[in-house]
């Protein structure tokens, strides 16, 4: 009797680590539609707005469709919970969302399983769109999702630090940004400022601080065909530069700070260069007191080792749910948000970058948002992140390797090889 | 449960009844106790054994020519446990037990140590005992997310821990430190617990004991070690065995305090978050079960060897209602 009391209190007290573990997929698949039919109320599946202007945009539609209607769904702000969250909604094959607002790294997870509705191009106009971004919704040359808002990483310096050091113009190359450092660590304002930073904490940003530093000796993780090709000097040249980068130019405590932090740092005044994304720009130049630096910055595209750099794709596509209802509606709506009008309503409201090409060259528009010119020609020339369908594992892969490597802690060498083994397995159904 | 049944069956026997007989009482301790098997058997039993099953499935991940992942589950029977120990996954695997192992031995420990000494301040008669009280309780209070937030505010770089130590650590980043900064968060937020529960055994300590102790000439130190300790060791092996079990599931607060997939904190729950972000549920729920067992291995030895005799008490007072 004891013994069985025992083991079964014992028993009780464990299970709380299995009940968790339920679920999962049944499998059978409904085939979904794939015809663009049906109009009425749909969702519109994104992530937290801050801005107030989303609504806005929902109301303006709402008026003029009042049988088409279009609710908000909100979800987590974390990207990783919102994809969960979609993934879940897909795999029960709910109908309960519409419209969703997808990260640009997960097009080809969500396509390849067949949780998306392709869109056909013939019947919306991406040619005003920056082809670059046009990209990122599509899977195996189909359309799945339309770019809404790009992202991509810019060079932000101190100009009146470089004005002092008598330099007239930013870095185009690695070599002259380490040599502009040394100048203006020869000056009395440079003393405590760090040279250079970009994020090599393990997270995301690594896997895009390592594509971009490969793409910009020109070479890629992935070849032309999607196999891994990892061991190659550009890649090797890419990792090195990082290495030597955390080593030599950047603050001690860069593995520590993520996107936030490195802005905080910024912000500080503590740092001549950084790769950053456009969001920065103006809260540095803020002059309420949060930011040391307001006025005294600009930006300029990524340095590379001969050249200019390559900055790396960030944004948001519109895509359709596989299982959603009133498909028409949909895509109705996805070209109304993607439109060149809602894109402007948006960069004024929340400053995120437009894919509507036309936009970065409105005067009126680069007027109030300088870095536009900056990011044009660096969204134009972006790389994209692997285009993968086990994304997650393979930017875990990717970061692994990349931190040890970058962290000294393996030869960059080693790191390459590993790399190549692991991603040669994740990608080999493929 | 079955402490349940033999106290229902008392309480059955208490009934006067004409002729009860033993099978009667049975059937009605049964009949009583069946909604309770029920839930138990619904919240319970179904999700370990749907846990269970979905080990030895794993979902079709390969792509079709077009570039669609091939649907539908398989069985995969014992593949699933595996490949767990095979190659690169056999080294995160043994690197998240090792973790999970070091966070359990030196939290548990240090978090016994503080905790007793928390107890033995609480239960001081001196002025002011009810702010001291309430203000040790306070990190207990703090969902475990928000105090991940806290100590990552306190342990960055430019932070509240560096500062005071005045030399740059870089806690929150992968590596030996990080442990340590999970090792910190993890004793101040839970050594209230084993302080609560061992408050709770010190203020059944009869008062006579120790006044009888101190008669004999006993030091402070003597009646510690020969009269408090044996008298709260039953509350105290019992917070303890709840905090091991705890703690080696530990998740949330290395995930908040420094991040998912980093190396030097990744627990086994972790790993089994991991697959089941990429939708290798079946993975997934192999990792649940093996923590599952090694969980249960580890609870068992304990109450095994140190005697903790968590539902003793109601059996101690089913007998004695007995006789």
Not at chain 2, 88 to 102: E, K, L
């Amino acid at each position: 009797m004891r013994r069985t009391i025992t083991a079964g209190a014992v028993t009780c007290l464990a299970l709380a680590a299995l009940t968790a573990c339920g679920g999962g997929g049944d499998g059978k698949a409904k085939a979904p539609s794939g015809a663009l039919d049906g109009r009425g109320p749909i969702t519109f599946v994104t992530g937290k707005d801050r801005s107030g202007n989303l609504q806005k945009q929902i109301d303006g539609w709402n008026s003029a469709h009042p049988k088409e209607q279009v609710r908000v769904v909100e979800l987590p702000d974390e990207p990783n919970d919102q994809r969960q969250q979609m993934i879940q909604n897909a795999q029960t094959k709910s109908d309960a969302y519409g419209v969703l607002n997808l990260d640009v790294v997960w097009t080809a997870e969500f396509a390849a399983n067949r949780w998306l509705t392709p869109l056909p191009k013939d019947q919306i106009d991406l040619s005003k769109m920056l082809p670059a971004t046009v990209t990122t919704g599509e899977y195996r040359e189909k359309l799945y999702a339309v770019p809404s808002t790009s992202d991509a990483g810019m060079l932000y310096y101190r100009k009146d630090l470089l004005d002092k050091a008598g330099i007239s113009a930013a870095p185009k190359t690695y070599a002259e940004m380490w040599a502009d450092c040394d100048k203006v660590k020869a000056l009395p304002e440079g003393k405590g400022v760090d040279c250079y930073f970009t994020e090599v904490n393990k997270t995301e940003s690594l896997t895009i601080s390592a594509v971009e530093a490969v793409a910009a000796q020109g070479g890629s993780l992935l070849d032309a065909s999607g196999k891994p090709a990892v061991n190659t000097p550009q890649v090797k040249a890419g990792i090195q530069f990082l290495a030597d980068a955390r080593k030599d130019h950047m603050p001690k405590e860069a593995v520590t700070l993520d996107t936030e932090g490195g802005r905080r740092y910024f912000q500080g005044g503590k740092l001549l260069f950084q790769r950053q994304w456009p969001y920065q720009y103006a809260l540095a130049g803020k002059s309420d007191g949060s930011s040391k630096v307001a006025g005294k910055f600009a930006v300029a595209p990524l340095p590379g080792p001969n050249g200019p750099g390559v900055a790396n794709l960030g944004g948001h596509n519109l895509a359709i749910s596989a299982f959603a209802k009133n498909k028409a509606t949909a895509f109705d709506f996805i070209k109304y948000l993607t439109g060149e009008q809602a894109q402007r309503a948006n960069l004024l409201a929340t400053s995120q970058a437009p894919t509507v090409a036309s936009l970065y060259d409105d005067p009126a528009l680069a007027k109030q948002f300088p870095y536009l010119p900056v990011l044009k020609q660096a969204i134009t020339t972006a790389k994209p992140r692997p285009v993968v369908v086990k994304y997650g594992d393979v930017t875990a892969a990717i970061q692994g390797s990349v931190y040890d490597a970058v962290n000294g802690r393996t030869s960059v060498d080693q790191a390459v090889t590993d790399l190549q083994g692991k991603l040669t397995t994740l990608t080999a159904a493929q | 449960m079955s402490t349940v049944s033999r106290s229902a069956a008392v309480r059955t026997a208490r009934k006067p009844r004409p002729s009860g007989g033993r099978r009667g009482e049975r059937r009605m301790a049964a009949l009583l106790l069946s909604p309770t098997l029920l839930v138990l058997a619904l919240v319970v039993g179904y999700p370990v054994l749907a846990g269970l099953r979905e080990s030895l499935y794993a979902r079709g991940n390969g792509l079709d020519a077009d570039g669609f992942v091939v649907q539908g589950d398989k069985f995969v029977g014992l593949d699933n446990y595996t490949s767990i120990f095979h190659g690169d996954r056999a080294d995160a695997f043994w690197n998240a037990f090792t973790n999970t192992t070091f966070f359990t031995v030196t939290t548990v420990a240090l978090e016994t140590v503080i905790g007793v000494g928390m107890a033995l301040i609480m239960h001081q008669a001196f002025r002011g005992r009810a702010v001291v009280r309430a203000s040790i309780l306070v990190p207990w209070a703090i969902p475990t997310a928000i105090s991940g937030l806290l100590w990552r505010w306190i342990f960055q770089a430019d932070g509240a821990a560096n500062a005071v130590l005045g030399h740059q650590v870089l806690w929150t980043a992968d590596g030996f430190a990080a442990k340590i900064a999970v090792v910190i968060a993890e004793v101040w937020k839970t050594s209230p617990f084993i302080g609560l529960l061992v408050l709770a055994g010190l203020q059944m300590v009869p008062r006579e004991v120790h006044e009888a102790a101190k008669v004999d000439g006993a030091s402070a130190l003597q009646r510690f070690g020969y009269v408090t300790l044996p008298l709260i060791k039953p509350a105290l092996l019992v917070a303890v065995l709840f905090r091991m079990l705890d703690v080696l599931r530990m998740f949330d607060l290395p995930a908040v305090l420094v991040g998912v997939n980093q190396k030097s904190v990744e627990t086994l729950t972790m790993l089994a978050w991991f697959e089941a972000t990429n939708l290798r549920y079946g993975s997934a729920a192999a990792y649940a079960t093996i923590l599952f067992g090694y969980i249960a291995l580890i609870a068992y030895l304990f109450v095994k060897l140190l005697g903790a005799d968590i539902i003793g008490e109601a059996r101690r007072s089913a007998k004695g209602a007995k006789r």
